[in-house]
């Protein structure tokens, strides 16, 4: 099967509901994207990255990747670049722009985003998982890394990355729909 993007009108926002590393210094803001990684894709905020220290950069987090790096959870600071188009919703991050500032996360954490998707064979469409986070009650949902950086919705716990629980469907500012997630294993 194939893994689909749920559809946002923009890019991927991010609220970040309770959440240390912005206090306690779980943070890396001085790598900047891999160049072979995001030659055709931005970065987006509620995505989940790998962090290659030795290196100085940014990568998906791809199976390889995770084995050697820790991956966290992209929440750059939006940039107004255009006063025609300064949602949260039309940030981006592009190669030769500014560094990203990712945060590492920890068990208990909360934040809430729509920079998700799923795999086909699990849900037919974004109508589907709607349905299914709505009834997490007796099916619980699980997140976790994907190659493309979004975070994949299954109903089984990843066993690579982070180990996130969806705990609510809900809206982002702009009142697009999206999913807060609690931090399971870090």
């Known amino acids: 099967m194939a893994f689909q993007r749920l559809v946002i009108d923009g890019f991927g926002q ?25 030659a055709s894709i931005p970065a987006e905020n509620g995505m ?8 100085r950069k940014i990568k998906l987090p791809k199976s ?20 025609r188009a300064n949602a949260l919703k039309d940030f981006k991050l592009e190669l030769g722009s ?22 086909s064979g699990d849900f037919a469409d974004d109508a589907a998982l709607k349905t299914a986070v709505a009834a ?5 949902l699980y997140g976790g890394i994907s190659d493309s950086g979004a975070i994949v ?3 089984t ?20 729909f999206g999913i807060k997630f609690q931090v399971l294993e870090a």
């Open 14 to 38: 991010l609220e970040l509901n309770q959440v240390a590393f912005r206090r306690d210094g779980r943070v890396e803001a001085q790598c900047a994207l891999d160049d072979t990684d995001f």
């Open 48 to 55: 989940l990255l790998a962090v290659d220290r030795i290196n």
């Open 64 to 83: 390889a990747v995770v084995a050697n790096c820790p991956v966290a959870l992209n929440y750059t600071a939006e940039h107004m670049y255009d006063e």
């Open 98 to 119: 500014f560094y990203p500032r990712l945060g590492f996360l920890s068990a208990g954490e909360l934040f809430t985003t729509n920079c998700v998707g799923y795999d």
């Open 136 to 140: 997490i009650g007796t099916t619980p």
């Open 153 to 155: 919705i299954d109903t």
């Open 157 to 176: 716990k990843p066993s690579a990355g982070p180990v996130l629980k969806v705990v609510e469907g809900t809206t982002m500012p702009d009142g697009q």
